[in-house]
């Protein structure tokens, strides 16, 4: 045998082994795919320390969303530009000290609901007596969220209604009913909007608001003028809504102030939080656009300053649908975890998590993502996700829900979707140039996430294991305890689907302490004040926001799980006004009540 | 009115020089620049890369396996234009989250071309076959580009326009020209078929995804027929076959349609024209000892 016969025998047998490279790796992940353990709540609780159970029926909740019925020209493509509006947000609107449940339909004519805590594990709908049900009426638009915030610190949570549509605002009358107060607040007559964020920007003690639009503010969805609506492309598209600030002026007027604080943009988007996150006492707004990237407005206590791309978050146009703040790795540091789309083999976006870089702050605050290396990148058509310690080991667990169109499992939209939204701008931003869906799915029918914190650095999916089991199109995830027994509870509200109630139950060895925050030179709900609970050589910092995820807004309670450490060694409060708290000798398994201190 | 304005003989004779050189460039120089012209206006205009990481690490990738294997295989140094843009194809087409699958593709990319050869021949176009063996056995880790370039009509205009130019310097224009109203006339076609609007069948070529392929793809040298005839052929096929698997849906339809008839488009020719050998009893040896040197 020759030497080049040799060699090319060699080199076969190295190109045979890198062709088999891709289907090991392909084998072995199907593996760990199917060695997930099916649901088992004692090998759960016994593993994992806890575990969930779907209780909506039981605790009164029979609720199932409707989707909107838009202009018949999108008739074809309906399903898809009709795809949100299933929403829900945590309140105790009534101050009883139980968390009430927020849900938003959207259907013309539809009625929302107010779930009241009766305090035995049952809901009951208020909605209707409160005077917050009947807001999809035909010529106002419909629901896509709602955000809870005490604008006039009166001690009752006030309720923005974020709709595409004319939005409202309702003052909460001492917790017996609503005000609609919309017109003296000067709102506008429309906006199609599914995020909008609580948060005192200024720190004069009275909590202003943002609100991202979607669709652009002169598109009424129901009377289309022309089929031009759609977004200009599928990753730069600047032809979506507009961005409002609302400057809380006091007695319950605002003024519209986005343009003169620096914030400009119609990228479409979907989701935005607010917090601290370079460090400088005031709160930033971080955005998540859809067929875009996000923006990262740095608050320099005087205006916004769009720094995404220095940051390292503005870079990579992705499809952003959630915006979740959690210190994953207990160093009183907040993290950025953004939603994207992963579909095996036609888009893979994968999800991000933003991790501030080692000191880096301020002005120079630079993030890597580092969803990958974590373990919660790939999460499908991700939607609402929300961070919370599930099993109170004292780390930040993530749940994230998914699913877009569900409806004929077998034939799929993709094909159709992806030829279009590689398409020049005229061709994509055009509804009649999209095919019909004909009752095809997109990415339909997936499965949830719920990834465990093992501490150490990766999170572990335990979702089928733990008892997650529904395949729903999940659009809000929102996260409370709201039996007060300590364990975090997961809500879900889906698009055309219930509203999922997953009671928790955790293993009684580990302990937990809760917040519940009253400001006084502060906003009175507290929004923006973060708590860092130290204990057994460890810190987790967690923030009050207004809030958050995709249309959602968990608990204003805080909750810390502490591993088996019984003992705390301090807990510090940041309030927005500036003061510093120190507790010490705080109780564990408690829901501590603490007000600022004037 | 223009400002008066004084040329020095030496400055007209520089400027002389660099035009000619430009226009007599060696045709090999051509194709890389053009596409590094692409990557660089497409992500300083719209950040096209997801990293710089990723597409150095093609290109990287793609350069050492060339210097390896190229070494090994021919005991020469090869050049590393063709690896260049076998890399800089594969760092912009193949999208995913992970390194590994660029540094994957990118080496099967040039290791398919020194052992799938036949008559001293790669059949196929090596990024076409690294990218697409990363779709069939990789597809929960990767995809292809589609959507990047920002949709924009002005940037679709400036690649169409450059590569066009570039593409008749490199006398192989009718190519292109024969896939891109080929492709439109199956779209109209496809649209009658399905019920489609005609827009969102001609969509795809509108798309950066495209421009790669019909500039850099369907063009490569050493991998195309060798007729004007029949490469206008090829591409007509090419646009067939992708017909076809457009009506299956497959997303990935251009890929693949390069991917079934360009291997048997050159094995085709191969055969024939040793068969045309072999009748006029011509001398075998004078066969072009052709060097593996295609994108």
Known sequence: ?598 | MSTPTTIHPQELAAQDSLTRRFFTMENRFIPPIFITSILLMGHFSFGILESWTKTLLAIGSSIVAELILGRMMTGKWPHLASAYISGISVGILLRSPALWPYVLCAVIAITSKYVLRVKNRHIWNPSNFGICVMLFFAAESVTALSIQWGNSLWAMAVIWSLGSVIIWRLKRFHICAVYVISFLAFALLRSWIVGDPWQSEIAPVTGPEYQLFIFFMITDPKTTVHTVRGQCLVAFLVAAVEMGLRLDQSIYAPLYALFLVGPVAVLLEIWLNSRRQTTIHSNPATMLADSPSGR
């Open chain 1, 1 to 598: 045998m020759t030497r080049s016969t040799k060699l090319r025998i060699v080199v076969a047998v190295f190109f045979a082994g890198l062709l088999a490279t891709p289907i090991v790796l392909k084998k072995r992940s199907a593996q760990k795919q199917t060695h997930q353990t099916p649901f088992d709540a004692k090998a759960s609780l016994a593993q994992h320390g806890f575990y969930l159970q779907e209780v909506s029926h039981d605790a009164g909740i029979d609720f199932v969303h409707q989707a909107p019925i838009l202009d018949a020209k999108l008739a074809h493509i309906m399903p898809q530009v009709a795809s949100m509006g299933a929403s829900v947000s945590v309140v105790d609107f009534d101050r009883d000290g139980w968390p009430d449940l927020y849900v938003t339909d959207s259907a013309i004519g539809s009625k929302n609901r107010l779930y009241r805590n009766m305090h035995d594990g049952t809901f009951k709908d208020v909605a209707e007596e409160m005077g917050v049900a009947n807001v999809n009426q035909a010529g106002t638009g419909v629901s896509m969220g709602a955000v809870w915030g005490d604008y006039d610190n009166d001690g009752y949570e006030d309720l923005f209604l974020i709709k595409w549509g004319r939005p409202e605002l309702f003052h909460n009358e001492n917790g017996h009913g609503f005000r609609r107060v919309s017109d003296e607040a000067s709102l506008p007559a429309w906006i199609n909007a599914n995020t909008a964020v609580w948060f005192d920007y200024d720190g004069d003690g009275l909590l202003d608001l943002f609100v991202g639009g979607y669709y652009p503010e002169n598109v009424d969805l129901w009377h289309l003028a022309n089929t031009r609506m759609m977004p200009d492309s599928f990753e730069y598209a600047k032809n979506g809504g507009r961005k409002y600030l609302f400057h809380n002026l006091g007695h319950g007027r605002f003024e519209e102030v986005s343009a003169k604080m620096g914030i400009d943009s119609r990228r479409w988007s979907l989701a935005s939080g607010a917090a601290d996150l370079s460090g400088t006492g005031h709160p930033d707004l971080f955005i998540a656009n859809d067929y875009g990237v996000s923006e990262f407005y740095r608050n320099d206590g005087k205006r916004f300053h769009e720094v995404g791309e220095s940051a390292g978050v503005g870079f990579a146009p992705k499809s952003g649908m959630n915006v979740a703040f959690g210190d994953v790795f207990n160093q009183a540091k907040l993290s950025i975890y953004v939603s994207n789309i992963s579909e095996g083999g036609v888009l893979i976006q994968g999800n991000n998590l933003w991790v501030p870089k080692e000191d880096t702050s301020g002005n120079q605050i630079k993030y890597e993502n580092l969803a990958r290396d974590l373990g919660v990148e790939l999460g499908g058509w991700s939607f609402g996700a929300q961070f919370g310690d599930l099993n109170n080991d004292g780390n930040l667990d993530l749940y994230l829900t998914n699913g877009y169109v569900s409806l004929d499992r077998k034939r799929s939209y993709w094909y159709d979707f992806a030829k279009v939204a590689g398409g020049n701008s005229s061709i994509i931003g055009d509804a009649k140039d999209w095919p019909a869906m004909e009752g095809r799915s997109l990415s339909g029918y997936q499965q949830k996430h719920l990834w465990l914190n093992d501490g150490a650095g990766k999170f572990v999916d335990v979702a089928q294991m733990a008892g997650v089991t529904d395949t729903e199109d999940g659009r809000s995830v929102a996260m409370a305890d709201l039996w007060n027994n300590g364990a975090l509870d997961v809500i879900v509200a889906n698009q055309r689907g219930r509203l999922l109630l997953y009671k928790n139950t955790v293993a009684s060895e580990n302990h937990w302490i809760g917040f519940d925050l009253d400001g006084t030179n502060s906003n009175r709900s507290a929004i923006g004040a973060q708590v860092t609970v130290k204990w057994n050589g460890q810190e987790q910092m967690q923030q009050i926001s207004g809030g958050g995820g995709f249309a959602s807004e968990n608990d204003r309670r805080l909750h810390f799980g502490l591993g088996r450490s019984a003992a705390i060694d301090e807990v510090l409060i940041h309030w927005p006004s500036g003061k510093i708290q120190s507790l010490k000798k705080v109780a564990v398994d408690q829901i501590l009540k603490v007000k600022e201190p004037s």
